[in-house]
């Protein structure tokens, strides 16, 4: 594939996620939901982080077998960003230790 055929793709795909998304940003506030969708809404962004982050953890190797084990780095810095997050209830510690404990591990294991 050609650098021309590349570009005019990703123009391509440009254009279809503006077509996509422009009605709804210029319609949203016109449209209200009922109280319950919205709070039923609030759920989704951790849903899919979730729906992402825990496969990556549990299946850290393509096509391997679940690693619940202290040999899993993913699994080490997971459990460490959880309980900072559930103990002080900060986006950037989490994830800075999380990240840290992370990388000590995968290091200390020689992963």
Known sequence: ????????????????????RWPVYLFADH??????AERALAFVPVTVLTAIIVPMVLYPTDGGDIQLSWRNPYLIGAIVAAIISWRWHRLMP?????????????WALGV
Do not use: D, K, Q, Y
């Not at 650098?3 to 123009?11: H, R």
């Not at 449209?31 to 319950?36: D, E, G, K, L, T």
């Not at 989490?94 to 995968?106: D, E, K, N, S, Y």
């Open 1 to 20: 594939m050609s650098a021309f055929e590349i570009a005019v793709m990703i123009a391509g795909m440009a254009l279809i996620n503006l077509a996509i």
């Open 31 to 36: 449209v209200r939901f009922p109280p319950i």
């Open 94 to 106: 989490t994830i800075l230790i999380g990240m840290a404990v992370f990388f000590a591990a995968r």
